[in-house]
Nanobody, 125 residues
Framework: VQLQASGGGLVEAGTSLRLSCAAS????????VGWFRQAPGKGREFVAAIRWNSRHTYYADSVKGRFTTARDNAENSVYLQMNSLKPEDTGVYYC???????????????????WGQGTLVTVSS
């Protein structure tokens, strides 16, 4: 499948954004979808992941309680709701997907074999 992340923008600290990840070229249904971000000058870091049935979600400690990921398999889309944004949340956000990734690898970018192009989120203080 091909992925495309969207919904980024420039916002003030304390506000919210909702990112979308749309899949095309195949069904999204059986994929684990992960969200990663890359701040300027830093490596890519795990943000969140959701299993195909939506009953299991995983979050980085830095976003737990503020970010929520959800999916709509019928729409072939996954969403990342980001609340109480902080300047340190600034970065390019990517969605990634895999049908074969194991649970212990959900936080590892190398466990995903399908990547979108990313969307830039900038949070001003």
């Amino acid at each position: 499948v091909q992925l495309q992340a969207s919904g980024g923008g420039l916002v003030e600290a304390g506000t919210s954004l909702r990112l979308s990840c749309a899949a095309s070229g195949g069904t999204f249904r059986n994929y684990v979808v992960g969200w990663f971000r890359q701040a300027p000058g830093k490596g890519r870091e795990f943000v969140a992941a959701i299993r195909w049935n939506s009953r299991h979600t995983y979050y980085a400690d830095s976003v737990k309680g503020r970010f929520t990921t959800a999916r709509d398999n019928a729409e072939n889309s996954v969403y990342l709701q980001m609340n109480s944004l902080k300047p340190e949340d600034t970065g390019v956000y990517y969605c990634a997907a895999s049908r074969t990734i194991i649970v212990s690898s959900y936080t590892n970018e190398y466990g995903y074999d399908n990547w979108g192009q990313g969307t830039l989120v900038t949070v001003s203080s």
